[in-house]
């Protein structure tokens, strides 16, 4: 490839908008018509075509691979050694917790699946929906958030409060089978 | 061809080929991350001085969530070539598996999956992180409160 050819498909992806589409596409979740915009693209643009290959590689490789499991010893110390860390760590820095949002907003319960699961329509309605504003505020904190895909069971919402810096993929999961 | 033209000539190579070595040693290079467990609960200890470096994102939990307390569990440092999977267990019998996909220009791209210990999936998402930058996952309930992941680009 020649050093023209580079610069031409480095400029090519920089555009905006462009490599959040097309990480969305290796993802499979573009529209009908996204996908023909975004196989054009492909067509003719070899670091397109290379960042969307290892992403597919990536999501393949975590949809393949093993889960990680606890073998049975460790399985057998594991809380006893989260308790003893959480214990031993029992004289931390003391930070005074500063009064704010928390008093408008209040203690509120614990959200339901149900009500978890009507979070997630709405939160991923604003969000999902509108990559570009995810994307445009990454300048914030650097952090974009480009696709997410829950699993069969659990729900997933996109969290961020006005505002603020943090953004956190919240996972509602089933209760644990008895 | 003198020695001085011959060095002339290689540094000129050399410029020349520079914007090509990012390309070639992306895909070995490997992808540097950090990934914090914090047990963040309601009860009147504080903040483990160890969190100093995410001392905004703690505030702003303290502030929307009312949490009182951090505590840092666990804090590993990561690092994969593209596409290649890093995993750990994580308090709560989940697994936390991490692929970086893309990095360029100090942005990284990864791949996250959280798992049951059941091999029930509970999220994949992809985050892109410039370096420095955090994203949570959250929240697995524990003991009156609840395990936050915290990953971080290098």
């Given at each position: 490839?020649?050093?023209?050819?580079?610069?031409?498909?480095?400029?090519?992806?920089?555009?905006?908008?462009?490599?959040?589409?097309?990480?969305?596409?290796?993802?499979?979740?573009?529209?009908?018509?996204?996908?023909?915009?975004?196989?054009?693209?492909?067509?003719?643009?070899?670091?397109?075509?290379?960042?969307?290959?290892?992403?597919?590689?990536?999501?393949?490789?975590?949809?393949?691979?093993?889960?990680?499991?606890?073998?049975?010893?460790?399985?057998?110390?594991?809380?006893?050694?989260?308790?003893?860390?959480?214990?031993?760590?029992?004289?931390?820095?003391?930070?005074?917790?500063?009064?704010?949002?928390?008093?408008?907003?209040?203690?509120?319960?614990?959200?339901?699946?149900?009500?978890?699961?009507?979070?997630?329509?709405?939160?991923?309605?604003?969000?999902?929906?509108?990559?570009?504003?995810?994307?445009?505020?990454?300048?914030?904190?650097?952090?974009?958030?480009?696709?997410?895909?829950?699993?069969?069971?659990?729900?997933?919402?996109?969290?961020?409060?006005?505002?603020?810096?943090?953004?956190?993929?919240?996972?509602?999961?089933?209760?644990?089978?008895? | 061809?003198?020695?001085?033209?011959?060095?002339?000539?290689?540094?000129?190579?050399?410029?020349?080929?520079?914007?090509?070595?990012?390309?070639?040693?992306?895909?070995?290079?490997?992808?540097?991350?950090?990934?914090?467990?914090?047990?963040?609960?309601?009860?009147?200890?504080?903040?483990?001085?160890?969190?100093?470096?995410?001392?905004?994102?703690?505030?702003?939990?303290?502030?929307?969530?009312?949490?009182?307390?951090?505590?840092?569990?666990e804090a590993l440092r990561g690092s994969a070539p593209l596409a290649q999977p890093w995993k750990?267990?994580?308090?709560?019998?989940?697994?936390?598996?991490?692929?970086?996909?893309?990095?360029?220009?100090?942005?990284?791209?990864?791949?996250?999956?959280?798992?049951?210990?059941?091999?029930?999936?509970?999220?994949?998402?992809?985050?892109?992180?410039?370096?420095?930058?955090?994203?949570?996952?959250?929240?697995?309930?524990h003991q009156e409160g609840d395990i936050y992941i915290a990953i971080s680009a290098d």
């Open positions: 490839m020649s050093l023209s050819e580079i610069w031409r498909h480095r400029a090519h992806l920089a555009l905006p908008g462009r490599s959040h589409l097309l990480l969305r596409h290796a993802a499979g979740e573009t529209s009908p018509a996204e996908g023909q915009r975004v196989e054009a693209w492909l067509a003719s643009c070899g670091e397109c075509r290379r960042l969307v290959a290892a992403s597919r590689s990536g999501l393949a490789a975590l949809r393949a691979s093993a889960p990680v499991r606890l073998t049975a010893a460790e399985s057998a110390v594991f809380w006893s050694e989260v308790m003893r860390r959480l214990d031993r760590g029992g004289t931390p820095a003391v930070r005074p917790v500063r009064p704010g949002i928390r008093e408008l907003l209040g203690d509120h319960p614990r959200l339901s699946l149900a009500s978890a699961a009507a979070a997630v329509v709405l939160a991923l309605g604003l969000t999902l929906g509108q990559f570009g504003l995810w994307g445009a505020s990454s300048g914030m904190n650097g952090v974009e958030i480009l696709s997410v895909e829950a699993g069969d069971d659990a729900s997933v919402m996109l969290f961020q409060m006005p505002e603020s810096p943090v953004k956190i993929i919240w996972v509602f999961e089933p209760p644990d089978p008895l | 061809m003198s020695v001085r033209r011959r060095s002339v000539c290689l540094l000129l190579l050399g410029s020349l080929l520079s914007p090509l070595l990012p390309i070639v040693s992306s895909a070995e290079t490997p992808v540097a991350f950090q990934v914090r467990v914090i047990h963040a609960t309601k009860q009147p200890k504080g903040v483990d001085g160890r969190l100093a470096g995410l001392a905004k994102e703690i505030q702003e939990l303290q502030k929307t969530f009312g949490y009182t307390t951090f505590q840092l569990i750990t267990a994580i308090p709560g019998n989940r697994s936390l598996e991490i692929v970086p996909t893309a990095s360029e220009g100090g942005h990284h791209t990864f791949a996250v999956r959280f798992v049951r210990s059941n091999g029930q999936v509970l999220v994949n998402s992809q985050v892109r992180l410039k370096s420095g930058a955090t994203v949570f996952v959250g929240k697995v309930p």
